[in-house]
């Protein structure tokens, strides 16, 4: 059997062990996939810091692009040789009753996420169920779709499930690893895009990534300024601040939205402003692999792509420091060289 390199886990905060093991083979219903670049997300810490109750030892990493090298029984219809990416969602069953009536984000027969309840992407090799794989554009390279797979797919399917229609006010607060992508999905999708984010210095970042308005929030009151463009149909908070997101509520449009896709422990909100505006703020799963697929053909022909800082699977750990201490531009991704 041959071996392959693996970065572990094998305890609550602990260190990632870099370590040798048998390359699995793939069970009925499932690929093995050979990784060439994975993303490193800050909902990798849920493994590396023990937030949640799982098996350890775990390998981390849930925005895995690589290409199938085997296939287990059952299998259809992807082969050996296709390029596909493995996300959050770590599959479902298809026959539950949400899943049934297209809500398998939500299945409830299993809750599978890849690199939290079975090894994900930081190795050379992982096994993946087949509802788990999105198809991957011969026009994406490795490192640049990896970050897709995740911050992608959440601001994509987001804004393109929001209700907001071309040419509509769309404001994306927060320009980091989630919100430079929501501006250029925003922009690309058709929506006025106004870029939120503290200080000036990020003005030109915004525009050049397609925002055709930009709002210093610690220079001006967000809510004010997005009233004086009419209001926004729909605003998607990527930070992960209860109070900033407050800050800019006020900003929506009669019937606009809020959309949460960072998450806070609490966040108050005034009834009475959202009944007499009607108004709402709603939260957003990320997706499922038919997302994922969505997200990837839509950036591959778009020209939407992530910023990132590449680093070899060895250096782990610093690629781990610089997406903790919040200083990578804008997410981490380790590559094999596979
Ligand atoms: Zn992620
Ligand atoms: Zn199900």
Same mark, same amino acid.
């Given at each position: 059997?041959?071996?392959?390199?693996?970065?572990?886990?094998?305890?609550?905060?602990?260190?990632?062990?870099?370590?040798?093991?048998?390359?699995?083979?793939?069970?009925?219903?499932?690929?093995?996939?050979?990784?060439?670049?994975?993303?490193?997300?800050?909902?990798?810490?849920?493994?590396?810091?023990?937030?949640?109750?799982?098996?350890?030892?775990?390998?981390?990493?849930?925005?895995?692009?690589?290409?199938?090298?085997?296939?287990?029984?059952?299998?259809?219809?992807?082969?050996?040789?296709?390029?596909?990416?493995?996300?959050?969602?770590?599959?479902?069953?298809?026959?539950?009753?949400?899943?049934?009536?297209?809500?398998?984000?939500?299945?409830?027969?299993?809750?599978?996420?890849?690199?939290?309840?079975?090894?994900?992407?930081?190795?050379?090799?992982?096994?993946?169920?087949?509802?788990?794989?999105?198809?991957?554009?011969?026009?994406?390279? /490795? %490192? @640049? *779709?990896?970050?897709?797979?995740?911050? !992608?797919?959440?601001?994509?399917?987001?804004?393109?499930?929001? +209700? &907001?229609?071309?040419?509509?006010?769309?404001?994306?607060?927060?320009?980091?690893?989630?919100?430079?992508?929501?501006?250029?999905?925003?922009?690309?999708?058709?929506?006025?895009?106004?870029?939120?984010?503290?200080?000036?210095?990020?003005?030109?970042?915004?525009?050049?990534?397609?925002?055709?308005?930009?709002?210093?929030?610690?220079?001006?009151?967000?809510?004010?300024?997005?009233?004086?463009?009419?209001?926004?149909?729909?605003?998607?908070?990527?930070?992960? /601040? %209860? @109070? *900033?997101?407050?800050?800019?509520?006020? !900003?929506?449009?009669?019937?606009?939205?809020?959309?949460?896709? +960072? &998450?806070?422990?609490?966040?108050?909100?005034?009834?009475?402003?959202?009944?007499?505006?009607?108004?709402?703020?709603?939260?957003?799963?990320?997706?499922?692999?038919?997302?994922?697929?969505?997200?990837?053909?839509?950036?591959?022909?778009?020209?939407?792509?992530?910023?990132?800082?590449?680093?070899?699977?060895?250096?782990?750990?610093?690629?781990?420091?610089?997406?903790?201490?919040?200083?990578?531009?804008?997410?981490?991704?380790?590559?094999?060289?596979?």
């Amino acid at each position: 059997m041959g071996k392959m390199r693996a970065v572990q886990v094998s305890r609550p905060k602990g260190p990632f062990e870099i370590v040798e093991r048998d390359i699995p083979e793939p069970g009925p219903g499932t690929v093995r996939v050979k990784v060439q670049a994975c993303g490193v997300c800050h909902s990798d810490s849920i493994v590396k810091e023990g937030l949640l109750p799982l098996q350890y030892p775990r390998v981390p990493g849930h925005e895995v692009i690589g290409v199938i090298d085997a296939v287990g029984q059952g299998v259809h219809p992807w082969t050996a040789g296709q390029r596909v990416g493995v996300g959050w969602n770590g599959g479902y069953c298809g026959y539950c009753y949400t899943c049934r009536r297209g809500n398998s984000f939500a299945c409830q027969t299993s809750t599978l996420v890849t690199g939290i309840t079975s090894d994900g992407g930081y190795a050379d090799y992982l096994i993946a169920p087949a509802t788990a794989l999105a198809a991957v554009p011969p026009t994406l390279a /490795a %490192a @640049d *779709a990896a970050p897709l797979m995740c911050a !992608g797919v959440t601001t994509f399917n987001c804004l393109r499930n929001s +209700g &907001a229609k071309p040419g509509e006010l769309v404001a994306i607060m927060g320009l980091g690893g989630l919100g430079h992508l929501g501006v250029q999905y925003a922009a690309k999708m058709g929506f006025r895009t106004v870029g939120i984010a503290r200080g000036n210095d990020k003005e030109e970042f915004a525009r050049k990534l397609g925002a055709t308005d930009y709002t210093d929030s610690e220079a001006h009151d967000p809510s004010e300024e997005l009233q004086k463009l009419g209001g926004a149909k729909v605003i998607l908070a990527t930070v992960t /601040a %209860a @109070d *900033a997101m407050k800050s800019v509520l006020g !900003g929506l449009a009669i019937n606009g939205t809020m959309m949460l896709v +960072g &998450a806070v422990p609490s966040l108050e909100i005034s009834p009475i402003q959202l009944l007499l505006k009607s108004q709402a703020v709603k939260g957003w799963y990320s997706g499922i692999s038919s997302d994922s697929e969505d997200t990837l053909a839509f950036s591959a022909r778009s020209g939407v792509r992530s910023m990132n800082e590449v680093f070899p699977l060895e250096r782990v750990d610093e690629a781990w420091e610089r997406m903790t201490n919040g200083t990578v531009r804008f997410r981490a991704v380790l590559t094999t060289g596979n």
